[in-house]
């Protein structure tokens, strides 16, 4: 590497900075100040298509007397987020036999009596087998040897609340009141259900983030002095309120730029004055204000959906490309 | 996969396949603050096939050195935005559990 290359590395390092805004269990807001619009761009592609996530994939259906078809049902619940680290977890191909590594099973038994009313499925009702699959295999000839255990659709080693990571805090979704179905008088509902590690790339159910986005931050710049009257009306048109009267001494009043960041570009501000105005009167606001974006500074939001909080969602993603970057480094050596 | 000339090491086009615009966007921006290259740039030759082509032309040094090169450079910048969003996060739950603290009852 050439003496150039540390030069832009550390002008990186000296110019880059991260100013988190909001942070909660679901959801954060922070800043990005002095990275290129590609990277930013590359950290939202990873969040919402590249992070593994858990859901449901396998529907295994006994009965469904219900209104909903199966395969409905079956999307619906692949689409419930589940409250698991997906780290903990494997990768299953198609030649994987289901076991405790790469599978959770989930099992749904609901029915409403004959004689009351309507009820919900509620997604609490998913109830965690730990000990896998509790639905038999069907075989022709019978059992050989009539002790052992019958063959189920998993076969799990040891029990997952075993497990450290599960003993205390058993998987479940990620929401209690996550209505499934409905089932009227008579109606059944009695599946299980196999959850796998994938990415948001083959099926949006698999995506870690209810969405993740980033804006560049506006920049309003107020190209003359705006004083006395003009400034008044400057600050009413704004509906967002970004700016401000200052009172300079002797009574004059000049407009500031209070708020860019609220700023949503909606224009009002450059808006030439139209019919409610005389055509003498009518100002082109045009060249007072000028708006435009700073290019290198990100507000990213990043809202979860539960299986790991936002700033650990950030970290992996920034740790997704860096794999990227190794894999091209190790094919081209 | 690289597509060059072995006489002439310094201009290549690198096809990697399984990779979209998440990396290659990110390394053509790395390419091209590298002094070295003359030219850079990557096309996605069908949105159904998972694959990218990298362009790399450079003034003497062979394709591949730069390519490597910048993708070391793109791992160190990625370093470093992990440890500095560790830390924005650490002062931010620190400084939020403080004033949680002088809030008081």
């Keep these: ?333 | 996969m690289e597509h060059g000339s072995y006489q002439d090491q310094s201009q290549a086009t690198f096809s990697l396949t399984d990779e979209d615009h998440t990396l290659a966007n990110s390394l053509r921006f790395t390419l091209n603050q590298d002094p070295r290259v003359t030219f850079c740039g990557y096309s996605i030759p069908h949105p159904s096939d998972a694959r990218v082509n990298i362009r790399v032309q450079t003034t003497g040094d062979p394709a591949s050195e730069v390519l490597k090169d910048s993708c070391q450079d793109l791992m160190l910048i990625c370093q470093h935005v992990r440890s500095t969003f560790d830390q924005a996060v650490v002062e931010f739950k620190n400084k939020n559990s403080l004033d949680a603290i002088n809030i008081g009852p």
């Excluded at chain 1, 987020?81 to 977890?89: H, N, S």
């Excluded at chain 1, 494997?90 to 004689?115: A, Q, W």
Aim: net charge negative.
């Design chain 1, 1 to 333: 590497m050439g003496v150039d290359n540390s030069l832009r590395l550390g002008h990186f390092r000296d110019n880059f900075r991260v100013e988190v805004v909001r942070l909660t269990e679901d959801d954060m807001e922070f800043d990005m100040i002095g990275i290129d619009a590609s990277l930013a761009n590359a950290f939202r592609r990873i969040l919402l298509a590249e992070l593994p996530t858990m859901a449901i994939e396998k529907v295994l259906i006994a009965n469904n007397t219900s209104v909903i078809q199966d395969e409905v049902l079956a999307h619906r619940l692949g689409l419930i987020p589940l409250k698991v680290d997906p780290r903990m977890f494997e990768y299953m191909s198609e030649n994987d036999v289901p076991n405790e590594k790469n599978t959770i099973v989930f099992k749904l038994h609901s029915c409403c009596e004959r004689g009351s009313s309507r009820i919900k499925v509620l997604s609490n009702e998913l109830q965690w087998l730990p000990r896998g699959s509790e639905l038999t295999v069907s075989t022709e000839k019978p059992a050989v040897d009539p002790t052992s255990r019958p063959r189920t659709y998993t076969s799990f080693n040891c029990s997952q609340d075993s497990l450290p990571e599960f003993s205390n805090n058993p998987i479940g979704p990620k929401h209690d009141d996550i209505i499934i179905a409905k089932l009227g008088p008579g109606q059944e509902i009695e599946l299980e259900a196999h959850a796998v590690k994938g990415m948001g790339k083959t099926h949006a159910k698999w995506s870690p983030v209810a969405t993740s986005w980033y804006r560049m931050l506006p920049e309003v710049v107020l190209l003359q002095e705006i004083e006395g009257e003009i400034a008044e009306e400057l600050v009413k048109k704004c509906p967002v309120k970004v700016f401000d009267i200052e009172d300079i001494g002797k009574g004059r009043k000049r407009a500031t730029v209070a708020r860019p960041r609220s700023c949503t570009l909606c224009r009002e501000c450059i808006r030439p004055d139209g019919k409610e105005k005389e055509k003498e009167q009518r100002i082109y606001w045009d060249k007072y204000v000028a708006l435009r974006r700073v290019k290198d500074h990100f507000i990213f939001t990043i809202e979860s959906t539960g299986a790991l909080p936002p700033e650990m969602l950030f970290t992996e993603a920034v740790k997704i490309l860096e794999d990227k970057c190794e894999r091209v480094i190790t094919e081209l050596s």
